[in-house]
């Protein structure tokens, strides 16, 4: 899997966890950091010279924009219940959620009626949590390791 389908799949998919946060964005905030780091632990595990020059998972400012953004155009498709209903099923698919499976593209938690796949791929890619994603991957030296080792 490419190292862009795999940031992309984890940010695509990266719609929260922690049932008592109180606010959607609190939400998939924390399923995002929880997700990232699990791809790291895979990461990692393919190649170690990855441990130590990953970036944080933890979201700033330039982030938290980019999950409203995300939020906004899911609820323009599938309305404030659609988006409950999204991350309610992420909460629920994070709870067997493996690094290895989200490697492999096993985790496929279901998407409210009303958007597709394709859809939540486009929303992220529109707001620029990919962008900001790759980044980060850049600046911390794990995009120059990874091209390096073939990944």
Known sequence: MTTRLILASAVALALPMAASAQSALERMEAMS????????????????????????????????????????????????????????NMEAAMASATPEGLMQGTFQPALPDGITDQQMQAISNECGMVEIMMMRMAESGAMSIMMESGQ
């Open 33 to 88: 950091e929880t997700m990232t780091e699990m791809t790291y632990t895979a990461l990692v595990a393919e190649i170690p010279a990855l441990q130590g020059n990953l970036p944080t998972a933890e979201w700033d400012d330039e982030m938290r924009a980019a999950g409203e953004c995300i939020l906004d155009g899911v609820e323009d498709e599938v309305g404030e219940d659609g988006v409950n209903e999204m991350l309610d």
